[in-house]
């Protein structure tokens, strides 16, 4: 059974996890039941308006891939996939993961930090929640798949998910949906939640091989019946029986002849 998270990433997947939470509990507890935009806001916010300003119309439909539908329906088509190739796990990956960081988003982070952006909950960005899980769910098992080799793909995967990302907190930026520690609390988010839920499923599946199977004297089947020092069974035997006697003999007392 294929993990989810190769053994290889499991360390680093777990650091980028608590770097995501350090993130979004530092800037949660910044911007706690304010309003107010930081320095760094304002700084992206200019540039944006500067570069896409005149872009209106494209920014709206480039926000518009983070809208609850068409997340849901990217949702449905991996898990759709999945299926259809019996991969149960990423059934349930892709579906669990995107689904707890939205909901995580909504109905937790967004009421308990406050903070608000023309009287709305903005922290963290629900648009960029839901673009960057999906993202992040194709990544993962893309990037630990074991039939994908290339590094050139890898890099390519990693820089287009990111792209898809960056763009709709862009878009949310320009269009002053949201500010840019709004979105860049939703990648976290996503991120954390992904990984979180990718790595507890693959806990809970018995690692890549599942569980281990006993068999003869606490060896598995194969091992069991695995001829040793080049004997079939039947030699190895009566090899051992032959030691065992002449054991026995050493071990019998015998007084000196004369």
């Given at each position: 059974m294929e993990l989810l998270v190769p053994a290889r990433l499991r360390y680093p997947a777990t650091m980028l996890v608590l770097l995501c939470v350090v993130i979004v509990g530092g800037l949660g507890a910044s911007f706690h039941q304010r309003s107010s935009p930081a320095g760094v806001d304002r700084f992206v916010a200019d540039w944006v308006h500067r570069l896409a300003g005149h872009h209106a119309g494209l920014m709206e439909q480039v926000i518009r891939i983070g809208d609850p539908l068409p997340v849901a329906a990217l949702v449905v088509g991996l898990a759709l996939g999945s299926a259809a190739l019996g991969r149960w796990r990423t059934v349930l990956f892709a579906v669990v993961g995107p689904t707890a960081a939205v909901l995580l988003t909504e109905?937790?982070?967004?009421?308990?930090v406050g903070r608000t952006r023309y009287g709305q909950l903005a922290f963290p960005s629900g648009h960029t929640t839901g673009t960057a899980a999906v993202v992040t769910v194709v990544l993962v098992l893309f990037l630990g798949s074991a039939w994908l080799t290339s590094t050139v793909v890898k890099a390519m995967l990693i820089l287009l998910g990111l792209g898809v990302s960056v763009a709709v907190s862009v878009a949310l930026v320009g269009r002053n949906w949201h500010y840019a520690t709004d979105?860049?609390?939703?990648?976290?988010?996503?991120?954390?939640?992904?990984?979180?839920?990718?790595?507890?499923?693959?806990?809970l599946g018995g690692g890549s091989d599942g569980p281990p199977v006993r068999g003869g004297r606490g060896l598995s089947p194969a091992t069991a019946v695995r001829p040793s020092r080049g004997l079939v069974p039947a030699e190895r035997h009566d090899?051992?029986?032959?030691?065992?006697a002449r054991a026995g003999r050493r071990d019998r007392w015998e007084p000196p002849r004369r």
């Open positions: 109905f937790l982070l967004k009421p308990t979105t860049l609390g939703g990648i976290c988010v996503a991120v954390a939640s992904v990984l979180v839920v990718a790595l507890v499923i693959d806990e090899s051992g029986r032959h030691e065992i």
